[in-house]
């Protein structure tokens, strides 16, 4: 279950991307910055960046595969962009 407010605070324009991903894909860097992330704000915007992944499948595992390794939920998807959130 995720709260309407947190639902709504994802979807807004105003939660800014702070965490991207390069070609080079989950790096150990990109795992780390977003579980640091999630511990002290809960809420975190995500962006794969050009040639991280091809195609709509890829990108939905990419971004299931984070949400598993940092024990959050991926709450928002919209395109190359994901917001997860740590309950």
Do not use: C, H
């Amino acid at each position: 279950y995720v709260p309407k407010e947190v639902l709504s605070m994802a979807k807004s324009d105003q939660l800014e991307i702070s965490v991207r991903i390069g070609r080079s894909g989950i790096s150990e860097a990109v795992l780390g910055e977003l579980s640091e992330q999630l511990d002290k704000r809960r809420l975190v915007k995500v962006k794969a960046n050009r040639g991280a992944v091809r195609g709509s499948s890829e990108r939905a595992e990419l971004f299931e595969g984070l949400a598993a390794a940092t024990n959050s939920m991926l709450v928002f998807q919209r395109g190359n962009v994901a917001v997860f959130w740590l309950d």
